[in-house]
């Protein structure tokens, strides 16, 4: 039973530039979270996807976009870099009927970096 | 901010020692979620507590909560080397956002 996964593991990039990341979810989930995390700090909420659609979203900018496959895999695209962009990027996945009030499976992380 | 806030941010004790980690919030919670974290790699989920339990153990964890301090503390007996790692409180509101809120979190420490 595979867990999430995530690619690339690393990613550097310059300003201005534009990214895209990957997530798989864990056999069974058909919902995946994105949080982002600065150095030294905890995970930020960037949004969710169910259902291929966007359910919730935190404090983030309209540069940071996703989508939902009908497999339910996951991308996060990120348009025109800043240097704050530089982060790991975590992928969790739940399962929605458990109304995702229960633990979160977390991928290993994408770590970019923004020059 | 609604946000869990760690105490302490770092921890060092000797291997054998008990950790002991708190956590504080100010809003309303459906439950409260412990993760653990290995040098900025992903998140692994340890232990959840609900707004209706008091107290969790899992193996050499146990976690306590206080929904009128607004607060939780994760204990960890008999500390290991392998234990060192980031430790991590989330929140699930009771309302608005399905999703989780993390803390800073609390950077331990265990000396073989």
């Known amino acids: 039973d595979a867990g999430v996964t995530q690619s690339p593991t690393h990613l550097i990039k310059t300003r201005g530039q534009q990214v895209t990341l990957r997530c798989s979810p864990k056999s069974g989930h058909d919902t995946v979270s994105w949080y982002q995390q600065a150095l030294g700090q905890g995970p930020q909420f960037i949004f969710q996807?169910?259902?291929?659609?966007?359910?919730q979203r935190g404090n983030f900018p309209d540069r940071f976009s996703g989508h939902q496959f009908p497999n339910y895999s996951s991308e996060l695209n990120v348009n025109a870099l800043l240097l704050g962009d530089s982060a790991l990027y975590l992928c969790?996945?739940?399962?929605?009927?458990?109304?995702?009030?229960?633990?979160?499976?977390f991928g290993p992380g994408t770590r970019l970096t923004v020059l | 901010s609604q946000q869990g806030e760690e105490d302490p941010q770092a921890l060092s004790i000797q291997e054998g020692e008990n950790a002991t980690m708190n956590c504080s919030y100010k809003t309303s919670i459906n439950n409260l979620q412990w993760y653990r974290q290995n040098s900025g790699r992903g998140l692994v989920h340890l232990i959840l507590i609900r707004s209706n339990e008091r107290e969790k153990h899992s193996g050499r964890l146990r976690v306590t909560l206080d929904t009128s301090k607004k607060s939780s503390s994760l204990l960890i007996t008999a500390s290991r080397a392998a234990d060192t790692a980031s430790y991590f409180c989330?929140?699930?509101?009771?309302?608005?956002?399905?999703?989780?809120?993390f803390g800073s979190g609390t950077r331990l420490q265990v000396q073989p």
């Open positions: 969790a996945s739940s399962l929605r009927t458990s109304g995702s009030r229960d633990e979160q499976f």
């Open positions: 989330a929140l699930y509101m009771d309302t608005g956002r399905r999703a989780l809120t």
């Open positions: 996807y169910y259902e291929e659609e966007e359910r």
